[in-house]
């Protein structure tokens, strides 16, 4: 207890100028719970206590706790207190917009990041000639990502793109979509499909998941205003933290 209150010290989280109190401890305690010092069922002190060691007033204690309940990071409890959530913090992903992993987490505040495990210009398979398009003279730039948000891996991600419109895929370090852009050739619309599955063996070893855990599934095949497909993705993402919602309109 002694160290989760040297770590709640408003000196530990807080700086001038970085935005509000309650967001900033808010932040902070989100970085406790994803580094471990925080551990799921872990309760936090008291509403009285936190104001107190954090130097503080109760209403922005109450502000910051109420952010991290609907992150769904704290689970408040009556009569009991606020506790660690045994669920982590869900993100949603529109499926009615066209935004990019990177651009998704940096609106939210989350640094991303990529580890790339496969990057370079290929004959096209089956699969990329017939939804590319691709002419036989054609070779298909892939990339294969393990995509992260705040170093906890979140998503998977094996995008193909016609070598025309990149014809050099190591400029793809985290965003694809900030490259094609640069290019003049960023897609304009996507058809999304959406599957629940279980994990293979590979995909649950590096989304760090136990064996057949349920993920989902996103095939993604994303068009320019001409209609030319220029982009195929084949993702699986943490059903545990990724929510996938769509907006429905009556025409």
Do not use: C
């Amino acid at each position: 207890m002694s160290d989760l209150v040297e770590e709640l010290d408003a000196t530990r989280w807080f700086r001038e100028g970085k935005g509000a109190r309650y967001r900033q401890l808010s932040r902070h305690i989100t970085e406790l719970i994803k580094s471990g010092s925080l551990a799921q069922e872990d309760q936090l002190p008291s509403e009285r206590e936190l104001a107190d060691i954090a130097g503080i007033s109760r209403v922005t204690v109450r502000k910051a706790i109420a952010e991290l309940v609907d992150a769904g990071l704290i689970e408040q409890r009556q009569g009991a207190g606020s506790f660690v959530s045994e669920k982590g913090e869900r993100f949603e992903q529109s499926l009615s917009s066209l935004v990019s992993f990177t651009e998704n987490l940096q609106a939210r505040g989350i640094r991303s990041s990529s580890e790339v495990l496969l990057r370079g210009v290929f004959r096209p398979t089956p699969t990329e000639t017939t939804i590319l398009g691709l002419t036989p003279v054609q070779r298909a730039s892939r990339i294969h990502r393990l995509r992260s948000g705040d170093g906890v891996p979140m998503a998977l991600e094996y995008s193909s793109v016609p070598d025309d419109i990149l014809p050099n895929p190591d400029r793809v370090s985290v965003s694809l979509y900030e490259v094609l852009r640069s290019r003049g050739t960023a897609p304009t619309r996507a058809l999304q499909r959406v599957m629940a599955i279980n994990a293979t063996d590979r995909v649950a070893e590096l989304l760090k998941l136990p064996d057949g855990t349920a993920v989902l599934q996103i095939e993604r095949t994303a068009y320019l205003a001409t209609g030319r497909p220029i982009e195929f993705t084949s993702g699986y993402y943490r059903s545990d933290v990724y929510d996938f919602v769509s907006e429905l309109r009556l025409d």
